[in-house]
């Protein structure tokens, strides 16, 4: 039996960890905090939007590994333990003009996926909002996930699948074979995946030195209460709106390079300046603004495969992460099984952005 020890319990760590242990492999998780499921936990994950959300505005070269891991949201929601905490009732993205909008959709037709422009009427009917929009197109390849309820939902799976779940253990020394921690414990392992998020140590970055590349964005969200009509998602310049299972936010800026300073009132009134210019009066503050902080990779997309010294990464997720998670488990499974591995997964390889 594989054993596997993976470094981080975000939703990248969580996901990986439930689709080895169903493969059969023996699982530590060993995640440096306490478990807190709050959306001021350190991590990423559980600040998140957890907007499901494939479609972007230009075409990249992985656009297909975005719908690809929407679809596996879909097939592995049945029977999860987190399955009441996702909703694919689609989304509206509001395009800048014309111009995009055309673009957007001969982007989704290339990639055989439903986009339609929406009347002001529809986009009343499905969002409550009384106003007039040019360029509302309905996206239904989406979806949301409710972080906190899915991370529990994880951690329970997990926890059915016999995974060893060592939480407060900080990883201090790494190999390929083994995970030391602060704590005392030692872990041996015959591979070993790092997914630290935006908070490798200089301990992880000589083990899997393609950790270099990440670097933090911090984002802000705020609370919102929203029409009882608004259903779906809606993405929009400036800003996004997302009604989960228990709230709804609005979201969600994108501060390169910093990771500290806790909420900044002027940076959530812009995201309330950009709400109020496009839904003039809908969007309504409901709480404490928070902040999480996102692992960027140079390209936006993850670098998933050999870290450059043996050890695995799954990391550098940036804006997509819970998008991107259940696509991920996937590509580590096939390392560790040493099943093939697709040209389009191999184009996620940390050595995509060569030596750091
Ligand atoms: C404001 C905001 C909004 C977002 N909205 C969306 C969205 O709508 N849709 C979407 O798909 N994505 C979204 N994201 C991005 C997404 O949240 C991240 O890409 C994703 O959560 C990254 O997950 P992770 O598991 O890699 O990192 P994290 O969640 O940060 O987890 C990493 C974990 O590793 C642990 N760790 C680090 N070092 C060690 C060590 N030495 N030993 C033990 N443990 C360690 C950390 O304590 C942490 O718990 C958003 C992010 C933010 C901040």
Redesign the pocket.
């Given at each position: 039996m594989k054993r596997v020890v993976i470094?981080?319990?975000?939703?990248?760590?969580?996901f990986c960890a439930v689709r080895l242990a169903r493969a059969g492999a023996r699982v530590t998780l060993?995640?440096?905090?306490i478990q807190d499921l709050s959306v001021y936990?350190?991590?990423?994950?559980?600040?998140?939007?957890?907007?499901?959300?494939p479609l972007d505005h230009a075409p990249s070269p992985h656009s297909k590994l975005a719908f690809q891991s929407l679809d596996l949201w879909r097939s592995l929601q049945a029977g999860a333990e987190w399955a009441d905490g996702v909703r694919f009732d689609g989304g509206i993205l509001v395009a800048a003009n014309e111009a995009d909008a055309q673009a957007v959709q001969a982007h989704a037709r290339a990639l055989g996926r439903a986009v339609s422009p929406l009347s002001p009427s529809q986009f009343r009917r499905r969002t409550g909002f009384d106003a007039k929009l040019d360029h509302a197109l309905l996206v239904e390849d989406e979806g949301?996930a409710d972080?906190l309820r899915v991370m529990s939902g994880l951690y329970m799976q997990a926890r059915a699948l016999g995974v060893a779940l060592a939480y407060r253990?900080?990883?201090?020394e790494i190999a390929p074979n083994q995970v030391a921690?602060f704590e005392g414990g030692i872990y041996e392992a015959d591979l070993v995946v790092l997914?630290?998020?935006?908070?490798?140590?200089d301990?992880?970055k000589a083990a899997a030195p393609a950790l270099c590349h990440v670097s933090p964005?911090?984002?802000?969200?705020a609370p919102v209460r929203l029409p009882p009509e608004f259903g779906a998602n809606l993405r929009a310049p400036g800003f996004?709106l997302?009604r989960r299972r228990e709230d709804c936010v609005l979201?969600?800026?994108l501060e390169p390079g910093v990771r500290g300073g806790g909420v900044k009132p002027e940076r959530v009134a812009e995201l309330f300046a950009a709400a109020e210019a496009l839904l003039p009066g809908a969007v309504v503050p409901a709480g404490r603004a928070w902040?999480?902080?996102?692992?960027m990779s140079p390209d936006g997309w993850p670098m998933v495969g050999d870290g450059g010294a043996g050890v695995l990464i799954?990391?550098g997720?940036?804006?997509?992460?819970?998008?991107?998670?259940p696509l991920t488990a996937e590509i580590i499974s096939a390392y560790v099984f040493a099943q093939p591995i697709a040209p389009e997964w191999e184009a996620l390889s940390p050595a995509r952005f060569g030596a750091p």
């Open positions: 470094v981080g319990a975000g939703v990248v760590g969580l060993v995640e440096a905090e936990a350190p991590g990423a994950s559980a600040a998140a939007a957890g907007m499901l959300a949301v972080p253990h900080d990883a201090s921690t997914a630290p998020g935006a908070w490798a140590t301990a992880l964005a911090k984002g802000h969200l996004y997302a979201g969600a800026t902040t999480g902080i996102r692992p799954a990391a997720h940036s804006r997509n992460g819970w998008l991107l998670a």
